[in-house]
């Protein structure tokens, strides 16, 4: 069964402080790996895919990077409008067309 | 807007009702899923559909949770004799299909179960 798992479940940082998220998954052939930014009361905002090891994305102060078992996210100098729960989720070959979610960690930047 | 969007936002509903939710994809997209949602928690899948085929369902769908999608268009999850562990948010989303694995969200339909 595929599995996982996200570290912290919540972190605080002060605005400018950078730091990174941990994704920790384990599946059977990884078709891709995605992270989504989710505001309280709506729908996951698409971030990245990353597909194999070794293969990085950036898309302003936020940097996703993936291995062969996890997958960082980085931000760097955060800003309060960075906010919000960052999802990962994982496609696999042996389980068709489904995503299966991490449960998230809750960023708050404090200015 | 050209996202995917689902309708209502909202739903307040006495157990034991039946509820159905619309979901409305990307246009271009041939691929529908739902999921459900829990406060905390990341969400779970519940169904996909290619084109007007339903080709996998999660044993989280019981009896009662049915969906459709008739033309290959839109889409309808409809929850009979509604239960209070029901209240969650259900989410829809789209894919290209082939290679293309992302899926876009919309902004799902919060159901409470009274």
């Known amino acids: 069964e595929d599995q996982v798992t996200q570290s912290p479940e919540a972190l605080r940082l002060q605005e400018g402080e950078s730091s990174s998220l941990n994704c920790s998954y384990t599946?059977?052939?990884?078709?891709?790996l995605f992270w989504y930014r989710q505001d309280p009361g709506k729908g996951p905002e698409f971030l990245f895919t990353?597909?194999?090891a070794g293969e990085e994305k950036e898309k302003e102060r936020l940097k996703a990077t993936l291995t062969k078992k996890e997958s960082f996210l980085h931000i760097t100098a955060p800003k309060p409008e960075d906010s919000a729960t960052y999802l990962c989720?994982?496609?696999?070959?042996?389980?068709?067309?489904?995503?299966?979610f991490g449960e998230g960690t809750q960023l708050t930047v404090n200015p | 807007d050209t996202g995917v969007s689902q309708d209502p936002r909202h739903k307040i509903t006495k157990r034991g009702q039946n509820v159905t939710f619309r979901c409305d994809p990307i246009?271009?997209?041939?691929?529908l899923y739902w999921y459900r949602q829990t406060l905390g928690q990341g969400p779970e899948f519940l169904t996909y559909?290619?084109?007007?085929?339903?080709?996998?369902k999660s044993r989280l769908l019981s009896d009662r949770f049915s969906a459709e999608r008739p033309k290959g268009s839109f889409s309808t999850l409809e929850i009979q004799r509604t239960e209070q562990g029901d209240s969650a948010m259900y989410l829809c989303?789209?894919?290209?299909?082939?290679?293309?694995?992302?899926?876009?969200f919309g902004p799902g339909t919060r159901l409470t179960v009274t």
């Open positions: 989303a789209s894919s290209l299909g082939g290679i293309w694995y992302e899926q876009y």
């Open positions: 599946v059977s052939g990884l078709r891709g």
């Open positions: 990353l597909y194999s």
């Open positions: 989720a994982v496609s696999a070959e042996t389980s068709g067309s489904r995503l299966t």
């Open positions: 246009s271009e997209h041939n691929r």
């Open positions: 559909f290619q084109n007007e085929a339903q080709l996998e």
